[in-house]
C-alpha cells in the first residue's frame, strides 16, 4: 500500500509564509506528476500547482508569483512554500501523486493516492 502524510499547515497572518510537505511511502515503484489540491468551506476542490517528474511546474493563476513548488525524489516528497498568504488561501490543502506500485508487470498504471489533508488558516 501507499501513504501521503502531509505537514506543515497551520494558523498564520495575512502576509505570512508557510511551508507544507507531502512524504509518500510504501510499495512505490515510481511516482510521475505530483501535485497540490484545495477546498474551501463550500467550494470544489481546485488545482492549486503541479510538477511533473521532469520538474515542469504549473501554477493556479491565484498562487502565481506568491507560491512555489518543489520536489525532492530521493526523499519521495513533495513541497508548497507559500509567501504573502492571504485570507483567501485558507483551506485545507491536500497533496497527490501518480504512482506505480510494486511489483510492477505489464499492467501496472499510474495511480491516483491522496494525503488526509491539513489545514491552512490565514487571518487578516
Known amino acids: 500500500q501507499v501513504q501521503l502524510v502531509e505537514s506543515g499547515g497551520g494558523l498564520v497572518q495575512a502576509g505570512g509564509s508557510l511551508r507544507l510537505s507531502c512524504a509518500a511511502s510504501?510499495?512505490?515503484?515510481?511516482?510521475?506528476?505530483m501535485g497540490w489540491y484545495r477546498q474551501a468551506p463550500g467550494k470544489q476542490r481546485e488545482m492549486v500547482a503541479t510538477?511533473?517528474?521532469?520538474?515542469?511546474?504549473n501554477y493556479a493563476d491565484s498562487v502565481k508569483g506568491r507560491f512555489t513548488i518543489s520536489r525532492d525524489n530521493a526523499k519521495n516528497t513533495v513541497y508548497l512554500q507559500m509567501n504573502d498568504l492571504k485570507p483567501e488561501d485558507t483551506a485545507i490543502y491536500y497533496c497527490?501523486?501518480?504512482?506505480?506500485?510494486?511489483?510492477?508487470?505489464?499492467?501496472?498504471?499510474?495511480?491516483?493516492?491522496w494525503g488526509q489533508g491539513t489545514q491552512v488558516t490565514v487571518s487578516a
Open positions: 510538477i511533473t517528474g521532469g520538474g515542469s511546474t
Open positions: 497527490k501523486a501518480d504512482i506505480k506500485t510494486r511489483p510492477v508487470t505489464v499492467l501496472t498504471t499510474w495511480i491516483p493516492y
Open positions: 510504501g510499495s512505490i515503484f515510481s511516482i510521475n506528476a
